[in-house]
């Protein structure tokens, strides 16, 4: 099993980015995947989750209304469309198997059982 993180990079204030999340070794369809970031000195957190049909997806309320998370499983991806990025989004961003096809509690970490090595997003200018 493999998630492979990318897409990040250094963008301006107000700026956009889209991280993607390529998967191998298990079939995809089948699990949630939730987004993860880490900041400097802060602790990890969620930021959002899609359930394995794509049909419920959560967002953390610092990203509500900028990110939209997404998934094709035929390609076996999961996207992370971040919009009008502030300066406090600035982590090391994760994607995450989730245990099971959905999970209502996304936002703790022991409901996934596979980590990607995450993207580094910074927002500066």
């Known amino acids: 099993v493999q998630l492979q993180a990318f897409g990040g990079g250094l963008v301006q204030p107000g700026g956009s980015l889209r991280l993607s999340c390529a998967a191998s070794?298990?079939?995809?369809?089948?699990?949630?995947i939730g987004w993860f970031r880490q900041a400097p000195g802060k602790e990890r957190e969620g930021v959002s989750y899609?359930?394995?049909?794509?049909?419920?997806?959560y967002y953390a309320d610092s990203v509500k209304g900028r990110f939209t998370i997404s998934r094709d499983n035929a390609k076996k991806m999961v996207y992370l469309q971040m919009n009008s990025l502030k300066p406090e989004d600035t982590a090391v961003y994760y994607c995450?198997?989730?245990?099971?096809?959905?999970?209502?509690?996304?936002?703790?970490?022991?409901?996934?059982?596979?980590w990607g090595q995450g993207t580094l997003v910074t927002v500066s200018s």
């Open positions: 070794g298990f079939t995809l369809d089948y699990y949630g």
């Open positions: 995450a198997k989730d245990r099971r096809a959905y999970s209502s509690g996304w936002t703790v970490a022991l409901q996934y059982d596979y």
């Open positions: 899609i359930s394995s049909s794509g049909s419920t997806t």
